[in-house]
């Protein structure tokens, strides 16, 4: 009874009936509720459900059922996983891998998670092990492939890549992964040819026509690269399609042409803050204020405080010494970190949890002082800004120490939704040299801005929207340039600040 059952509830799953197996399921977990091989099929159909939390849940309990069994901790790992819990899938997959070290899959498993968790370094050797055991797996060689390109070996991704094609001719990811690497080795055309095989195959593949925009932009047919991104969002609509269309119509001076497409990517995933950064750009380009303001970009929005000393620390200016102190003695720090914007100066990793006191106090007050300025914000008019504002977030903070002549370059912290920045020391010099500017816009949208500037001043806190553009001023001088930033990190579609790895 309880097998026909079981095989009815795969039977409705297959079918796409995951409803249908959920009912077939309740009876049996009624009667066991640590039925393990109930409680996977259970997690499967919730999945297919779009009831991930529920999914990850099922999977958990089936697990602890039955801990001793490696392709239970393989579900859950991948089950975390989909629900972007990258580190706590990697650690169930290194519990699988550790009671089957020679179990391809599982190796492909770990390996395609770590990459996912942005450790492509460490997935490298995990994926050559799965490669060497089983070279049949094409998604094995499409990881290592991917995880060599992530180490700047695009050369050699290109032979994984093309081995997964040789298994499987119809893996568009690969193929996309191969026209992706072919793109950064200057092979435009090549790559071009990969990335119109996929669409030929699948016209409405977003990533595939996002691809050959950004090949037909490198070639410099920047028309095509503009049509090809507007043909792609009439057969569907994605972010980083759309992104780069408002980008390239900004570069190109066709301001007037972003709204209707940040509009279109915002009616598609209301809590989205990036499409808002293009806007924002767009409206001042157009010279409307007053719509930038309603956006999210006036003092309603931004706030300067000037912090108290910190529980245990006798003034601000015994809290700022010893937080540059724990600052600069961080052995996370790294000059000018690849594919961040920090010039001339030092960033260092997260610095959220960190367990020095000054850096820990910090930590405190940002959190505290995040979510008082986020839930003090209103107004229909920036609806779409605070349609964003997350129930569940975390917080991620890094500390930066600029040299005389450095800068931190124009950008945005999107797809986070508030932002601040700390600064321990004050700015050297006078006028706005060093000052924190917002609303530079960067080269990549032809430059300029109109900047507010605010002059960094020991003890001083900054609150702002993370989707507005920002960055720092010239400086001269001999003293580096000090702060911390700190963003509001919404669950599951926001991005904590990470180092190369």
């Known amino acids: 009874m309880r097998g026909e059952v079981l095989a009815g509830a795969v039977a409705a799953l ?21 039925d393990a091989d109930a409680l996977t099929v259970r997690g499967m159909a919730l999945q297919a459900a779009g009831k991930l939390p529920g999914a990850v849940a099922a999977m958990r309990a089936a697990h602890d059922a039955d801990p001793g069994n490696p392709a239970r901790a393989v579900n859950l790992g991948l089950m975390l996983k989909a629900g972007g819990q990258h580190e706590q899938a990697v650690a169930m997959l290194r519990q699988a891998v550790a009671a089957r070290p020679q179990h391809a899959p599982s190796l492909a498993n770990l390996g395609s998670c770590l990459i996912a968790a942005d450790r492509a370094g460490e997935a ?25 390109a992530r180490a700047k070996e695009d050369g050699a991704a290109l032979q994984h890549y093309a081995a997964a094609l040789a298994l499987r001719p119809a893996f568009h990811e690969a193929r996309l992964n191969r026209a992706d690497a072919l793109r950064r080795l200057d092979r435009g055309k090549d790559a071009l040819a990969d990335a119109s095989a996929v669409l030929a195959a699948d016209p409405a593949h977003q990533r595939a026509a996002n691809i050959a925009g950004m090949v037909c932009e ?41 709204p209707p497409v940040a509009r279109r990517l915002l009616d598609a995933q209301p809590g989205s803050t990036t499409p808002l950064a293009y806007l924002a750009a767009a ?20 706030k300067v405080i000037d912090l108290a000393p910190p529980a245990g620390f006798g003034s601000i200016a015994a809290f700022d010494a010893a937080l540059e102190e724990e600052l600069r003695a961080h052995p996370s720090l790294m000059f000018e970190p690849e594919g961040l914007v920090t010039r001339g100066g030092r960033q260092s990793g997260d610095l959220a949890d960190a367990a020095t006191p000054a850096l820990s106090a ?14 003090s914000l209103a107004g229909d008019d920036a609806r779409d800004f605070l349609a964003a504002r997350p129930a569940d977030w975390s917080l991620t903070l890094w500390g930066t120490l600029l040299g005389p002549g450095g800068a931190v370059q124009p950008h945005i912290h999107a797809p986070n939704w508030l932002s601040g ?11 706005d040299e060093g000052a924190f500017a917002i609303g530079l816009l960067p080269e990549e949208l032809g430059g300029g801005g109109t900047a507010r500037t605010v002059r960094p ?45």
């Open 14 to 34: 297959r079918g796409g009936e995951p409803d249908r197996a959920l009912a077939l399921l309740a009876p049996l977990l009624e009667r066991d509720g640590g």
């Open 124 to 148: 490298r050797g995990v994926l050559e092990q799965a490669v060497a055991l089983a070279p049949q797996d094409a998604g094995a060689q499409n990881n290592l492939g991917v995880a060599l």
């Open 218 to 258: 490198g070639l410099g047919d920047e028309d095509a690269a503009i049509a090809t991104w507007r043909a792609a969002l009439e057969r569907g609509t994605s972010h980083p399609v759309g992104v780069n269309l408002m980008r390239l119509l900004l570069k190109r001076g066709r301001a007037e042409e972003v």
């Open 283 to 302: 409206l001042d380009r157009m010279g409307d204020a007053d719509a930038l303001a309603r956006l999210g970009a006036d003092d309603r929005f931004v």
């Open 362 to 375: 910090l930590a405190q007050a940002a959190r505290g002082a995040l979510a008082q300025h986020g839930a």
């Open 421 to 431: 920045v700390y600064y321990p020391s004050d700015m050297p010099g006078s006028g």
């Open 457 to 501: 001043r020991a003890g001083r806190m900054i609150l702002f929207p993370s989707f507005l553009w920002h960055g720092t001023l010239p400086f001269t001088g001999t003293q580096d340039r000090v702060s911390l930033a700190f963003d509001m990190v919404p669950a599951g579609v926001g991005r904590p600040h990470r180092l190369p790895r």
